[in-house]
C-alpha cells in the first residue's frame, strides 16, 4: 500500500503570492493533520480534518486555511505569503476512529522556500 | 498548554553502544501519551515508540525503551546496540485529548559513528 504522499515535494515562492500543498492519506485513513516544521525546530500542530470537518486549529493566522475532499485528501492553503512561512510542511494521516494514541503515519513533507 | 523539552540538541555515539535521549514535559492533562519519532535526512517522521500515560510498564520496541517517570514528567528514550542507520533527528512528542494533534520537542540530532 502505498503511504501518506505530499506534492509538490518543493516549491519556491515570493511574499505575498498564494500557496496550495497537498496532501493523500493511506487507503482507508479518514483523518489529516498538518504540521509546519521550521528549519531547527520540531513540527507545531496547524489543523486537523476527520470526515471532512476541521477538528482541531493551532495557533496560526486566519492566511492559514485547510479542507479536506470525500476522498479524504487534503488541501492546505497558504494566503499573503510572508518570509517567515518558509518551513517544511508535514502531512499525517491515521485511521481517525477517535483514539487519540492511534499511530500517526506521515509523508515526507512539501518544502515551501519564500523569497 | 502542553510544553515538551528537549534539552540536548546533539547527541552521538558509537555504534553498538547504548545512548539515551532525555524528554521532559508539562501539561495539566491527566490522561495523555506520549512518543518519539525518528526523522532521517529523508524528512518522512517515523515512529519510533509511545507510551500510555496510565501504564506504568515502560514501552519497549526491540532495541528501543523508555524511562516513563510520570510524576517527574520525563520521558527518555534508550537505544541500545545502535546501528548507523539510527543516525536521525529524534522528536519527544506528547498527545492530549486531541485526535491528531502532537506537541514536538526541539529535536535532538544522533549521530551513531563506526
Known amino acids: 500500500d502505498a503511504g501518506v504522499t505530499q506534492s509538490p515535494t518543493h516549491l519556491i515562492k515570493t511574499r505575498g503570492q498564494h500557496v496550495t500543498l497537498r496532501c493523500s492519506p493511506i487507503?482507508?485513513?479518514?483523518?489529516v493533520s498538518w504540521y509546519q516544521q521550521v528549519l531547527g525546530q520540531g513540527p507545531q500542530f496547524i489543523f486537523q480534518?476527520?470526515?471532512?470537518?476541521?477538528?482541531g486549529r493551532g495557533n496560526f493566522p486566519d492566511r492559514f486555511s485547510a479542507r479536506q475532499f470525500p476522498n479524504y485528501s487534503s488541501e492546505l492553503n497558504v494566503n499573503a505569503l510572508l518570509l517567515g512561512d518558509s518551513a517544511l510542511y508535514l502531512c499525517?494521516?491515521?485511521?481517525?476512529?477517535?483514539?487519540?494514541?492511534?499511530?500517526?503515519?506521515f509523508g515526507s513533507g512539501t518544502q515551501l522556500s519564500v523569497l | 498548554a502542553q510544553t515538551v523539552t528537549q534539552s540536548q540538541p546533539e547527541m552521538s555515539v558509537q555504534e553498538a553502544e547504548t545512548v539515551t535521549l532525555s524528554c521532559t514535559y508539562d501539561?495539566?492533562?491527566?490522561?495523555?501519551?506520549l512518543f518519539w519519532y525518528k526523522q532521517p535526512p529523508s524528512r518522512q517522521m517515523i515512529l519510533v515508540i509511545r507510551?500510555?500515560?496510565?501504564?506504568?510498564q515502560n514501552a519497549t520496541e526491540n532495541r528501543f525503551s523508555v524511562n516513563f517517570q510520570k510524576a517527574a514528567k520525563s520521558f527518555s528514550l534508550k537505544i541500545s546496540d545502535s546501528q548507523l542507520g539510527d543516525t536521525a533527528m529524534y522528536f519527544c512528542?506528547?498527545?492530549?485529548?486531541?485526535?491528531?494533534?502532537?506537541?514536538f520537542g526541539r529535536g535532538t540530532q544522533l549521530t551513531v559513528w563506526p
Open positions: 499525517a494521516s491515521s485511521k481517525g476512529q477517535g483514539d487519540p494514541y492511534e499511530k500517526l503515519f
Open positions: 487507503s482507508g485513513h479518514k483523518s
Open positions: 480534518y476527520y470526515e471532512k470537518e476541521e477538528r
Open positions: 501539561t495539566s492533562e491527566s490522561n495523555y501519551y
Open positions: 507510551q500510555e500515560a496510565y501504564k506504568q
Open positions: 512528542a506528547f498527545g492530549g485529548s486531541t485526535l491528531g494533534r502532537l506537541y
